[in-house]
């Protein structure tokens, strides 16, 4: 069964492409991709990630079940921030990148792709189960994605918007720091954070879902719709546009940030001890916490001392051209690896790409060639973003 988010009907009426992505029907876009990219890159854009899974993990050991079942160090930060981390299969691949919110009193709140809540729902509670065949555990573990609705309000002017609608100046906050905070008596959670590179932040509340699975939950989203509505008025003045996925796709690349199923992912592969694509692989060491133990540690450490078979690089195109998933890299007149991200940025009017190759080229400054509908396009190796930083970004120079 498709999914839907809580204002899906405000959707179909006003978006003017609606596509299944990951299960669920969602805007692609709403004017052009290239306009909402635009808007977010020098304005303010609103995206709704009601899609994205939420889980609550409440109870004195919920802690340390966190700590063994993601990567990073969640005991960290303090009430109310959270941590990038990331969820591993046994043999070292991501099962998800994730973010953890320490909401304090021992729960914390766990933020997931919108492809991945269905199977991250079911490891949990497979190693709750089989920790609670040999001992008592202090654990509930509630999946909140049909109850939460996730509104993401991108760029520049995102500053000016939240003091306009919360009075709070989110430039105080570091990243991932969360505030409680209300809008005409609606509580929600605002965290400084996002997809796309530039400053912004996103706001999460519970609601009726009228699209939920379970006909008893289901009701109209009074809260969503009126949040919804209530940002695009309050941002009319910055030239607030609705954005959709396209958007948000092309956003991500720019940014050089990595995506759920391209360029991380498990594979169910048949006898090996390491899978296919690790963190070690697509750049994510800063997401590892060694000095405890988590699932998919030993296979990581296994990887390390063997060598890592490929590396993620991203690069640009010198010759006209857009790069796509499953395209292939060459160097040298041998082919090295292959593409797993690729667009044309609507910044810089030029193909933009992520790609896993052989690890001596996984490095910027280098010349390869991109497989382009059968021929190879040249194209350079750089270090991400791809916009400059000082014009464009979270920490653009004012």
Not at 140 to 150: F, G, H, L, P
Not at 162 to 170: H, S, Y
Not at 350 to 356: P, Q, V, W
Request: aromatic share 12%.
């Amino acid at each position: 069964m498709v999914k839907r988010v809580h204002i899906f009907d405000w959707h179909r009426e006003n978006a003017r492409k609606v596509e299944e992505f990951a299960g669920w029907e969602m805007p692609i876009w709403y004017s052009s991709i290239k306009e909402e990219h635009m808007a977010v890159r020098n304005g303010v854009g609103i995206f709704d990630v009601s899609h994205m899974g939420e889980f609550i993990f409440r109870g004195k050991d919920a802690l340390e079940f966190l700590q063994y079942v993601t990567t990073n160090d969640v005991s960290k930060p303090p009430a109310i921030s959270g941590t990038y981390t990331l969820v591993l299969n046994e043999r070292g691949a991501v099962k998800d990148e994730t973010l953890v919110f320490n909401m304090g009193d021992d729960t914390y709140m766990m933020v997931c792709d919108s492809d991945a809540f269905e199977k991250l729902e079911a490891w949990f509670k497979a190693i709750k189960g089989g920790i609670e065949r040999f001992g008592e555990l202090d654990l509930e573990i509630e999946n909140k994605t049909y109850d939460m609705a996730m509104f993401s309000i991108q760029g520049p002017k995102a500053r000016d918007l939240a003091k306009d609608l919360f009075g709070i100046d989110i430039n105080e906050l570091w990243w991932f720091q969360a505030k409680e905070v209300e809008l005409d008596g609606i509580k929600m959670l605002l965290s400084r954070s996002g997809y796309t590179g530039e400053n912004g932040f996103e706001v999460y509340f519970e609601d009726v879902n009228p699209h939920h699975p379970d006909p008893a939950k289901r009701g109209k989203p009074e809260k969503a719709l009126h949040v919804w509505k209530t940002i695009l008025e309050a941002g009319e003045e910055y030239g607030i546009k609705p954005a959709g996925l396209g958007a948000r796709d092309t956003l991500r690349l720019e940014a050089g940030y990595t995506l759920y199923g391209n360029e991380t992912k498990e594979l169910q592969l048949l006898s090996t001890d390491v899978d296919e694509v690790t963190p070690l692989q697509a750049n994510l060491d800063f997401a590892l916490f060694w000095d405890k133990e988590f699932i998919g540690k030993e296979a990581l450490l296994k990887q390390r001392g063997r060598g890592l078979p490929s590396r993620m690089v991203h690069f640009r195109m010198v010759d006209r051209g857009i790069p796509r998933a499953g395209y292939r890299v060459y160097a040298e007149g041998r082919e090295i690896g292959e593409v797993t991200s690729g667009t044309m940025s609507p910044l810089l009017g030029i193909g933009i790409g992520i790609a896993f190759v052989k690890p001596e080229y996984a490095k910027p400054g280098l010349e390869i060639e991109i497989e382009v509908r059968g021929q190879r396009k040249k194209a350079l190796t750089v270090a991400p973003p791809f916009y400059d930083p000082k014009k464009y970004g979270a920490f653009r120079e004012e």
